[in-house]
């Protein structure tokens, strides 16, 4: 049986609340038979300490579909099980769980409260000198015992804050004493930083940054929409930094300055931008490279021409790139700037998110058979009003004429709001297995007929990850 497996039986027994260590009966083996003794206990306590370690973590990392609106503890924001329920099963697997302190290094908090105090102090102990990776998530308009709880746990996180590696924190209803005051170059161990403060005053906020920001080890930093929306927070290291989101505000930084920034930013691995204010009158700059930029998304939520940064940029790493561009605006975007980019940098691209209100599907289509288009794996498309048949001809492969061969190496697709004949769809699917592993289409009821909803249907029952979302409008 494989480990994921193993994980999966685990959660069946610990569901079902049964024993997995029978008592043994006094007398009906000899204290020298060990063999015996061995035989009788259950294959899942024959296996290494290990190994049984192992099946611990792989269980407690089983995501979860549903999230109960009600404080809970796990060991991620992704999961509800959590290490305590180990050690209520038998004294080898309290055993096995005690002294696994790396069981114990993760903790998830949703909608704290005061009588978590105890677990947290148990669990923290319990994860001995391990790097922490820390969640707190407090509900966006929270009771007050929720900031009450908060109150009660945020002291604890701070008194490990040595070991602090990875924190994701949603503090609404704050500032939380707690954090204010923390001393710099304290947290050196920290390398992610999510900080969600935008309940709190921009000085209380910025006490918490600073203190974070001194870590030599911080490589990854994402804050909320407010903390920039004045000025550039002059203390981040920004030479160091690997990912990082910006959201740009109205009085953040001046366009030649961000440029400045992002040429800075050379250990950069992937950039969210997202420009709350038109960018206008940026200076006219030589290309600059970042040569390990790898991830890119742009989300505009303004009147904004995406070829005004990214006209500025040489990528050579770029493999994915996600443009969110919903602003309407009778001053239309076309698609060079992406074009541009891609000839400009000489990457290969493997993954693209595009809906941009600017971009036509004729103009998608002359891209989508682009060279530089040709080494994409994964398609995210939408555009103004349908997708057609003209784009979904162009996916389909014919194999008697060889010019149809375009995107040879794409593994997952989606369009959005398609309007086709029938069959149309199914045939350009067909035309793409067994290579294409994942699809997902959406269409008005009206505008997708009855040959490609059996399709689609058909594929779902036989296993393959395809799926339609059909619109009532």
């Excluded at 366009?255 to 691995?269: F, G, K, M």
């Excluded at 989606?414 to 769809?425: A, E, M």
């Amino acid at each position: 049986m494989d480990l994921p497996s193993l994980s999966n039986a685990l959660g069946v027994v610990l569901r079902a609340g049964g024993r997995v260590l029978p008592p043994l009966g006094n007398g009906v083996l000899g204290s020298n038979d060990n063999s015996s003794k061995q035989d009788l206990l259950p294959p899942i306590n024959r296996i290494p300490v290990e190994i049984l370690a192992e099946v611990f973590f792989r269980f407690l990392e089983i995501p979860s579909d549903y999230f109960p609106d009600r404080p809970m503890l796990a060991v991620t924001s992704r999961c509800m099980a959590n290490p305590f329920i180990l050690g209520h099963v038998c004294i080898h697997w309290r055993a096995v769980a005690l002294s696994t302190p790396t069981l114990w290094s993760s903790l998830a908090i949703h909608k704290p409260a005061s009588w978590m105090a105890p677990m947290v102090q148990i669990w923290l102990q319990r994860a001995k000198n391990c790097p922490l990776s820390l969640y707190l998530y407090v509900h966006c308009k929270p009771s007050r015992p929720e900031i009450v709880g908060a109150d009660a746990i945020l002291p604890l996180f701070v008194m490990c804050l040595p070991r602090w590696k990875n924190v994701t924190f949603y503090l609404n209803g704050g500032p939380y004493d707690s954090l204010l005051g923390l001393p710099n170059h304290t947290a050196r161990m920290l390398e992610c930083a999510l900080l969600d403060l935008k309940s709190w005053d921009h000085a209380s906020a910025d006490q918490v940054w600073r203190s974070l920001s001194s870590s030599p080890k911080l490589r990854r930093v994402f804050w909320d929409n407010r903390y920039m929306l004045h000025h550039l927070p002059a203390h981040m290291p920004w030479t160091q930094l690997t990912h990082l989101r910006m959201d740009m505000g109205p009085g953040s930084v001046a366009p030649d300055a961000l440029l400045e920034l992002l040429r800075s930013c050379q250990e950069l691995v992937e950039l969210h931008f997202v420009p709350r204010i038109p960018i206008r009158n940026i200076p006219r700059v030589s290309p600059f490279i970042l040569p390990k930029l790898r991830v890119l998304t742009v989300q505009t939520l303004c009147r904004w021409d995406p070829s005004l940064i990214l006209g500025c940029l040489i990528l050579p790493a770029l493999a994915s790139i996600n443009i969110r561009h919903g602003h309407i605006s009778s001053e239309r975007q076309s698609i060079l700037y992406l074009k541009d980019l891609l000839a400009r940098s000489s990457c290969q691209l493997k993954n693209i998110s595009l809906w941009d209100t600017g971009i036509e599907e004729a103009e998608i289509v002359d891209f989508l058979s682009t060279s530089p288009a040709q080494f994409i794996t994964a398609l995210d498309i939408d555009v103004p009003g349908s997708i057609t048949e003209a784009t979904i001809a162009l996916l389909t492969h014919d194999p008697d004429d060889p010019r149809t061969l375009v995107l040879t190496h794409l593994k997952t697709l989606k369009l959005h709001t398609i309007r086709c004949s029938d069959g149309v769809l199914s045939k350009m699917i067909r035309s793409r297995l067994p290579y294409l592993e994942f699809c997902e289409a959406s269409a008005e009821a009206t505008n997708l007929h009855l040959a490609d909803r059996i399709f689609m249907a058909s594929m779902q029952s036989a296993g393959f990850n395809f799926s339609l979302d059909l619109i009532d409008l």
